[in-house]
């Protein structure tokens, strides 16, 4: 055993750092973990195997790019009970609440209920970017979507902002013309606050879609979601259309 394999702060307080990082960020693997935590592979494997005896993670396969046919990269995302152990207690109970207000008012009355419940997300971003402008940053759009994430995350969401560059084609016929790359993101939410409820009411879902297309200014795509039994809520987010120097 190495320094690497001991933490002062015990094996618990490992495990829920490790615990909280899978569900920003997985699927995450045991070597990404080690790396962010200053542990030996070794260490992380044997927290790994603890939580996943526990029904904490579940492994997911990854393919790696550029291997071909090699072995996929084993990762981790927490499981659906992870997720249920981060309720409140009252997930039940609202569940059976909005099973109500749907038995009496209908879809729409969910709907209206859905849209209430994200509706000061614009409000309050919004509040944040104008802070920050008048503290002299330039807010752009992808600051903007990274500010989002970190309001999410303050909610129970365990948000993060994974940037992608899609390259365009060129036409043949453009001799010397520039490479042109799409320029987008992607907003995921490691943990769901209001999973059970959601699971039987897209409509909650469909709800946070929306705002965040309005606070973006452009339509988004929701790509899966924890409450269809993905391991993490997927919006893709348009940013811009750049050239490649």
């Known amino acids: ?37 200053g ?30 046919r090699g072995r996929p990269s084993k990762a981790f995302v927490l499981t659906k009970f992870a997720h249920e152990g981060y309720s409140g207690g009252y997930d039940e109970l609202a569940a059976m609440a909005v099973a109500e207000l749907a038995r009496l008012g209908g879809d729409d009355a969910v709907s209206r209920l859905a849209d209430r419940r994200v509706a000061d997300w614009e409000a309050k971003l919004a509040q944040v970017v104008a802070d920050r402008e008048a503290a002299g940053e330039t807010v752009t759009l992808v600051r903007k979507v990274e500010l989002l994430a970190e309001l999410l995350t303050s909610r129970g969401y365990a948000t993060t902002v ?64 924890l409450a269809q039994g993905a391991h993490a809520c997927t919006t893709h987010i348009p940013l811009t259309e750049g050239r490649t120097p």
């Open 39 to 68: 542990l030996t592979s070794a260490a992380v494997r044997r927290h790994l195997a603890a939580l996943e005896a526990d029904e904490v993670i579940a492994e997911h396969d990854m393919p790696v790019a550029h291997r071909g």
């Open 162 to 225: 994974r940037p992608l560059h899609v390259p365009l084609p060129t036409p043949s016929t453009r001799s010397g013309s520039i490479p042109r790359t799409l320029v987008t993101a992607q907003l995921c939410h490691g943990r769901c606050p209001v999973l059970d409820v959601a699971t039987d009411h897209p409509e909650l879902c469909e709800a946070e879609t929306r705002v965040i297309s309005r606070i973006v200014g452009a339509p988004v795509q929701r790509l899966a979601t």
């Open 1 to 37: 055993m190495t320094v690497s394999d001991l933490d002062p702060a015990g094996p618990h307080a490992t495990r829920d750092r490790l615990v909280e990082a899978i569900s920003a960020h997985g699927p995450i693997t045991a070597r990404q973990l080690a790396e962010r935590f």
